[in-house]
């Protein structure tokens, strides 16, 4: 009898588990009548500020567009450089791009592939408006450094916790820290949609403000447009799907943590890097990476034998198309390195034991 293939994500199991909450939720958004805005929006939006504990948690339609808007509501745009990472999504860079500033790359750490607060100091010019830090696949990274360098820089600091819903460090949640924090509800993300979906949140009062006004065409009242702003508001039935997801993200999220430390058990015998959690952090996984040198044989041979893999992410954000004559002369070698031997493992809840055997067998039997 053929072996079942093991896909890289699943969302199935985690969906099923929640469907008859999940379908009351839809039904009484449908019931209601409002789709846009409105009541079930405004609920999720105050149930994430108080789990987050800041003051304004604004819904908009994709993770880009929380960038894209903290970007603009804090002011950023023509003229200005914004410091991230190339080892990111490329909507972390579209971001600033449509905001009409300027990315500048810094280097990443190896162990926890986000941003090296000491690369990140000597890329600050006297251009520099803000710091963009990714917190890769769910772990906060130098935020406590980068602070500092933005408080004597005066620079405003914009989280991009697409990855990170629930993360922690020292007690605090990402999206806090900065000026504004950012969350993508992609399906695959630790919080997820059923579609597209953001989140904006800051302690800001006057950016909170903005930012409302942006991601619905720039008004402050209805056809009172005072900016040129976006349809960019998250969907009430995919606020609806949100809140019944939230009340649950504490076990999911526990699930996706007892996933990777039998991963790390399975795993300790190999020659792969896994994945580092810092001190004092809460890492959500939103991936479990490893680093293989030998990344391409591995890959085929999981492959091969029905198991997913995924490569997140295969060249630094400066040497995609769109932008590579900007950098022609850019190299980061730590990002590059990590590009290069950088590998995701099937991690999704429901995930079970016998999978997670199957998947360390193979990458030993590959030499991984």
């Known amino acids: 009898m053929a ?35 409105g009541e079930t929006l405004a609920r999720f939006e105050q149930a994430c500020a108080d789990y987050l504990g800041v003051p304004h948690a604004i819904g908009v339609a994709s993770g880009t567009d929380a960038l894209l808007i903290a970007l603009r509501a804090a002011g950023i745009g ?102 504004a924090g950012c969350f993508s509800f992609h399906p695959a993300k630790p919080l997820g949609a059923l579609g597209d979906g953001g989140m904006l949140v800051t302690v800001d009062d006057a950016l909170a403000a903005e930012a409302k006004r942006l991601r619905d065409h720039g008004s402050r009242a209805r056809y009172d447009h005072v900016s040129v702003g976006y349809n960019s508001r998250l969907d009430a039935l995919q606020a609806a799907v949100l809140e019944v997801k939230l009340r649950h993200l504490e076990a999911h999220l526990a699930e996706r943590e007892r996933l990777a430390r039998r991963y790390r058990e399975l795993l300790s015998g190999t020659a792969l890097v896994l994945p580092e959690t810092l001190p004092e952090r809460r890492h959500v996984f939103a991936q479990f990476t490893v680093r293989s040198e030998r990344r391409d044989n591995v890959c085929e041979a999981m492959r091969a034998r029905g198991i997913g893999c995924a490569v997140h992410y295969p060249q630094p954000l400066y040497r995609q198309a769109a932008i590579a004559e900007r950098y022609g002369d850019v190299k980061l070698e730590v990002t590059e390195a990590v590009c290069e031997s950088c590998l995701s493992l099937p991690l999704f809840q429901g995930l079970t034991e016998e999978q997670q055997q199957r998947v360390a067998d193979v990458l030993m039997e590959a030499g991984a």
């Open 3 to 37: 072996t079942e293939p093991i896909p890289q994500i699943d969302l199935a199991s985690l969906h099923t588990a929640l469907r008859a909450d999940i379908d009351a939720s839809i039904r009484a958004v449908i019931d209601a009548g409002s789709f846009v805005l």
């Open 78 to 179: 023509q003229g200005d450089e914004v410091i991230t990472s190339a080892f990111s999504f490329f909507g972390s860079v579209e971001a600033i791009l449509h905001a009409g500033a300027t990315p500048v790359f810094a280097d990443i750490e190896a162990g926890s592939m986000t941003l090296d607060a000491e690369d990140v100091a000597r890329k600050i010019t006297r251009r520099t408006r803000a710091i963009m830090p990714v917190h890769m696949f769910g772990q906060i990274g130098e935020i406590d450094s980068l602070l500092e360098l933005a408080e004597a820089h005066d620079l405003v600091v914009i989280e991009d916790a697409a990855q990170a819903f629930g993360a922690r460090f020292n007690g605090r949640l990402a999206g806090s820290f900065g000026h």
